[in-house]
């Protein structure tokens, strides 16, 4: 989950990374978007938007993130409705990382 208090949208890919920072897999088969905070007409934060995005896993990609040695988050940001944006030293964006797992143990 990603709370995004910034007027500009975010596309982002997350990549495994081995002990040489080679890429050796991708948390998302496709890059994701997280959309921007929407603004008032005086440019003032009036809250935070929330995306949610899923990556279910299969056993392959969770043995790759399993010998992973790093995590590099690739993000392009763009603005949303405006040309000039305003920035607030309070604005900030979070995430949270949660993993439910679905497993069978003999």
Same mark, same amino acid.
């Given at each position: 989950?990603?709370?995004?208090?910034?007027?500009?949208?975010?596309?982002?890919?997350?990549?495994?990374?081995?002990?040489?920072?080679?890429?050796?897999?991708?948390?998302?088969?496709?890059? $994701?978007?997280?959309?921007?905070?929407?603004?008032?007409?005086?440019? @003032?934060?009036?809250?935070?938007? #929330?995306?949610?995005?899923?990556?279910?896993?299969? $056993?392959?990609?969770?043995?790759?993130?399993?010998?992973? *040695?790093?995590?590099?988050?690739?993000?392009?940001? @763009? #603005? #949303?409705?405006?040309?000039?944006?305003?920035?607030? @030293?309070?604005? *900030?964006?979070?995430? *949270?990382?949660?993993?439910?797992?679905?497993?069978?143990?003999?």
């Amino acid at each position: 989950q990603l709370n995004n208090g910034y007027p500009l949208s975010a596309d982002i890919q997350i990549y495994v990374l081995n002990e040489e920072l080679n890429v050796i897999d991708s948390l998302f088969n496709e890059r $994701q978007l997280m959309a921007g905070l929407q603004t008032d007409l005086m440019a @003032s934060d009036t809250s935070f938007t #929330t995306s949610t995005i899923l990556a279910p896993l299969d $056993q392959e990609k969770l043995d790759r993130i399993e010998v992973g *040695k790093m995590l590099l988050l690739d993000v392009f940001l @763009s #603005t #949303t409705d405006q040309q000039v944006i305003h920035l607030s @030293s309070k604005s *900030k964006i979070t995430y *949270k990382i949660a993993v439910e797992l679905n497993t069978h143990i003999p």
